[in-house]
């Protein structure tokens, strides 16, 4: 069988969670670097793969895929190792229900509203501060959603073993811990910091730092 190969950077949120899932699952693959800041992912070749020039692409003995939920649910299904999404049909359900979560309310005021301008400040603009304030709330919203969504045991989202929503939720979370406004909020939501340093532990996420 062909290795599967992953296109983006591990930079990009979503890219990264696909890579931690192919390291969690012990999935040898090849990773194809698309560019963001020098717009290779709006080109023509990488339109083939994505046609929203959107990252990442995947592909695995010639089967295309984007969007990434569909790429982790493949991965766990295509590969043996450790299944990634519980069998528990209500730990499955809150999994499935926290990465819509991150999709639709999180991850745009989390990393485009507070990351993206605390660590990239334009130097033809002053930084909106009221837009950050917004992000903050809005963002907060969301992850306390997640924390409400959480199940016990810990240490992981829905229980004792990682699931595809432990690992596109550190993603986020590892850039919002970068910004002041991110490490004030995390110290509001107590089960989300402990989560995030239990995740912290976790080789595949060592592995991965962007860098
Ligand atoms: N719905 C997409 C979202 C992917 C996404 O937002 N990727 C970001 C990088 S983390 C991207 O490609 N951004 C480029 C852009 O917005 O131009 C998915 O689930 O894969």
């Known amino acids: 069988m062909a290795k599967p ?20 699952k012990k999935v040898p ?7 963001m800041d020098d717009n290779a992912h709006r080109a023509p070749e990488h339109l083939k ?3 929203f020039g959107m990252l990442p692409a995947f592909e695995h003995n010639g089967f295309m895929i984007y969007e990434t939920v569909p790429i982790l649910t493949y991965i766990d299904d295509a590969f043996p190792g450790t299944r990634l999404m519980p069998g528990d049909i209500h730990r499955r359900t809150r999994a499935a229900q926290i990465m819509s979560v991150i999709n639709s309310y999180a ?7 507070i990351f993206v301008p605390r660590t990239f400040p334009r130097p033809d603009r002053i930084v909106d501060e009221a837009a950050i304030g917004e992000a903050v ?6 992850l306390k959603a997640i924390e409400d969504l959480m199940m016990n045991p810990d240490p992981f989202l829905v229980g004792r073993q990682i699931s595809p929503a432990d690992l596109l939720l550190e993603c986020v979370v590892h850039y919002l811990d970068t910004t ?7 110290t509001r939501l107590p089960k ?9 532990l976790r ?3 060592n592995e991965t730092v962007p860098q």
Request: aromatic letters at 8%; glycine letters at 6%.
């Open 203 to 205: 080789p595949s996420v």
């Open 107 to 113: 991850y745009r005021p989390l990393v485009w509203g």
């Open 5 to 24: 190969i992953v296109y983006g950077p591990r930079t990009s949120v979503y890219t990264r969670a696909v890579l931690m899932a192919l390291l969690e």
């Open 29 to 35: 693959h090849d990773q194809v670097h698309v560019e």
């Open 49 to 51: 793969r994505h046609p």
């Open 192 to 200: 989300i910091a402990a989560w995030h340093a239990a995740m912290q």
């Open 137 to 142: 709330k809005t963002g907060e919203h969301a």
């Open 180 to 186: 002041p406004e991110g490490q004030a909020m995390l």
